[in-house]
């Protein structure tokens, strides 16, 4: 007859389960709780109270969930780090908002002293908790699994069958079935015992370690990374030095030697467009030709770079970022002098590339007198012009280019020392060029036409249009061991999740009627119905090789028709 448990395994009080001895303990390696005697604490007490308090898990987990809680306002407010025309925006709208921000460091979130310590604490709480239990885990694996505890019957799975197999015979076969399915077994008294699912553990330990890289990579790389923009007109290059920057912003450890060597050239941006249907004018081709070269002496290479898809070099990366139109614009003086030929970048206004900009003439005009002057010309470009729409493209394609042009003279206000946009045009010293209504004078043209200013004062020709591509240039070293931190932590906690760690116990004696009975026992880190069925399993396994014989008060008949051990509650269990 057999008895087979599966049952809960309450913790119990202090003193209830001593029988099971060091067989019940070890399936963790979180550190031990000792109650602190408080009125006998003193400096040294305190603090290491403090710092178990600090080490423990729960902290640990505090500590992350508020960090997840302050990377909100983050992403939601706007960052002086990431664009400071929004954070000044922000403060013009919410005038009583903003100071209170600005005291609670939200405009630069990931720079603030709350954000940093907690920071600091959540990774000083990883590494002390990882610490002891890689420590104690280490322990665990170079020794063996805890003998068999005096009463096997306490455990939550449990069963038990009388064999005329000989006890040594039973314990060899155990050995071998637990070796076979990759436990930790060996001979202890009159007992086996073996152990399995280490990785649970290893997993536990991988995730905290891939926390500790992944905060170590984030703080890397925010002192050492670097970000900067650059404007490209189809045929101009790029190279990677400080001052080939539109803009530019570091880390608090970035040098200008940290930068990656490397140079590039726009050779053509191709922007094809949905022509019909609900998504009229969504890009459908948008990439940016490139010919590059690494390092000083690098060879040319060609590469295309799309949105999403950038250019990768060293730890540095290019982005497409933007597009625009440049139209090319040709200034002419009172006495035909080309005093001005270039391609102007103009910047989008709305989703059909409707532009906007200023030309702005600095050295070299000389008016119908040859008096010299300075020359601002607003201009507005319709990449599609259509007849009663003539404020806002029609189509994001160069399928009927019209440029508006309003010319001003006078003093741009360069000179000041004050500096201003390339995109706009300050009109305090300035004047508009009159037409023969003596309304400010402002033309349409095509490509290919131009504009006769008033008096003899020059011309303005637009000869055509090219296209412009903004790039994003960032450098962001660790980013590698972030993403290889983030994989090692989805693992780990998948490890420590789905593996259970579990110890089998396989006990053979010589009864009082000398024959052997053999007791089998499993138990779990937690409460689970892998043990008793992986126990079941290795049971008939075993009974196999060690086949049962009835007890002296069984029906014969009734030990042949069901031969193999019965399910039924174990001493202590609900009937």
């Not at 109270?49 to 407010?77: C, D, E, H, K």
């Not at 950038?310 to 139109?325: E, Q, R």
Request: charged share 20%; net charge neutral.
């Amino acid at each position: 007859m057999s008895n087979t448990t599966d049952k809960a395994a309450p913790a119990a009080p202090e003193g209830q389960d001593q029988d099971l001895g060091a067989a019940g303990s070890q399936l963790s390696t979180a550190p031990a709780e000792d109650a602190p005697n408080l009125p006998s604490l003193g400096v040294i007490g305190w603090a290491r109270w403090f710092w178990r308090q600090l080490t423990s898990m729960r902290v640990a987990l505090l500590l992350l969930l508020l960090l997840s809680l302050g990377a909100i306002p983050g992403s939601l407010i706007p960052q002086t780090g990431i664009d400071e025309t929004q954070v000044a925006e922000f403060r013009k709208a919410h005038g009583t908002l903003a100071p209170i921000y600005d005291k609670l460091g939200l405009f630069n979130v990931y720079s603030s002293v709350w954000f940093s310590a907690i920071y600091i604490l959540l990774f000083v709480s990883l590494i002390g908790c990882i610490l002891p239990r890689t420590w104690q885990f280490v322990g665990q694996l170079r020794g063996r699994p805890p003998g068999a505890p005096k009463r096997l019957t306490r455990l939550p799975a449990y069963t038990t069958w009388r064999t005329e197999a000989e006890p040594e015979q039973v314990r060899e076969a155990a050995l071998a079935l637990l070796k076979r399915r990759r436990f930790r077994a060996h001979l202890a008294g009159d007992a086996v015992a073996a152990e399995k699912g280490y990785l649970r553990e290893v997993g536990n330990l991988a995730f905290h370690v891939a926390l500790i890289v992944m905060l170590v990579a984030f703080a890397w790389g925010q002192l050492f990374k670097s970000e900067g923009n650059k404007l490209l007109v189809e045929g101009n290059g790029f190279s990677n030095t400080l001052i080939s920057y539109d803009d530019f912003k570091s880390g608090n450890l970035f040098t200008t030697d940290d930068l990656t060597p490397y140079s590039f050239s726009l050779n053509d941006f191709t922007g094809t467009y949905e022509v019909s249907g609900p998504n009229k004018g969504t890009p459908r081709t948008y990439q940016a030709s490139l010919t590059y070269s690494e390092g000083a002496y690098g060879k040319d290479k060609k590469t295309i770079v799309k949105v999403n898809h950038p250019l990768a070099i060293g730890d540095s990366k290019v982005y497409l970022t933007a597009h625009g139109y440049a139209p090319v614009i040709t200034v002419r003086d009172g006495r035909g002098k080309v005093v001005f030929h270039d391609a102007v970048p103009l910047l989008p206004l709305d989703g059909n590339v409707t532009s906007t900009g200023v030309v702005k003439v600095l050295d070299g005009y000389k008016n119908a007198k040859g008096v010299r002057e300075q020359l601002g010309i607003s201009a507005f470009l319709l990449p599609t012009y259509t007849k009663g729409s003539e404020t806002a493209s029609t189509f994001p394609a160069l399928l009927n280019p019209v440029l508006n042009l309003a010319p001003y003279y006078g003093d741009l206000g360069v000179d000041s020392g004050i500096p201003q946009s390339v995109y706009q045009l300050d009109k305090s010293h300035m004047k508009e060029f009159k037409d023969s209504k003596g309304k400010q004078l402002r033309e349409n043209l095509k490509p290919g036409e131009t504009m006769k200013l008033p008096n003899g004062a020059g011309s303005v020709t637009y000869e055509g249009t090219k296209e412009w591509a903004n790039f994003q240039m960032t450098q962001q070293p660790g980013s590698g061991w972030a993403l290889a931190g983030s994989l090692a932590a989805i693992f780990g906690l998948a490890a420590s999740l789905f593996i259970q760690r579990r110890r089998v116990w396989v006990r053979a004696a010589t009864g009082s009627d000398g024959v052997t009975v053999v007791e089998m026992a499993g138990l779990g880190r937690s409460e689970s119905a892998k043990v008793p069925e992986e126990l079941g399993d290795l049971a008939g396994i075993l009974y196999e090789q060690a086949p049962g014989v009835p007890d002296a008060d069984d029906d014969p008949a009734e030990s042949e028709a069901s031969p193999d051990p019965q399910v039924v509650p174990a001493e202590g269990a609900e009937k």
